[in-house]
């Protein structure tokens, strides 16, 4: 709410203009749009597949807890990190060309091996990405 005073000519106070927003609508529809990002956070995070969702940079935003565990490195060590530092260069390479499809807004998927440098893991992987012109997820 906004009050503004009204003064009258010899500068004395004749009443006061308000202003109200009711903004309840608003405010509902932030919790059920908080409510829902939980839910899907939780649905994704406890997904035993590796999720992950990085920018046109290819610097991570989003990694859930798999992802961490198969790449043997912390939340805080991966996100605002490039795929080339987490995975390494030749990872990188190998999966840029199907990055690149995934950010034109393009389905990517693949079958390749592996390997993880912090934690010296090869494994067979099935990659897929799907994205958009500014983010990827896989």
């Known amino acids: 709410r906004i009050y503004q005073p009204d003064f009258g000519p010899d ?3 004749q ?9 309840t609508e608003l405010k509902r529809a932030e919790e059920e749009l908080a409510d829902s990002e939980r839910m899907y956070r939780t649905v994704l995070d406890n997904s035993p597949a590796s ?3 990085f920018d046109r940079e ?11 565990e198969r790449v043997g490195l912390q939340r805080e060590d991966i996100i605002g990190h490039t795929v080339a530092e987490v995975i390494g260069e030749e990872g990188a390479a190998l999966t840029a060309p199907y990055a690149e499809r995934a950010l034109s807004g393009e389905r ?5 091996w592996q390997q993880y440098e912090k934690t010296g893991k090869k494994e067979r992987a099935d990659q897929r990405l799907a994205g958009e012109a500014e983010r990827a997820i896989a």
């Open 11 to 13: 500068g004395s106070v």
């Open 15 to 23: 009443g006061y203009y308000g202003f109200a927003l009711d903004l």
């Open 51 to 53: 999720i992950v969702q």
């Open 58 to 68: 290819r610097r991570f935003v989003y990694v859930n807890s798999a992802y961490c």
């Open 108 to 112: 990517a998927e693949w079958r390749t």
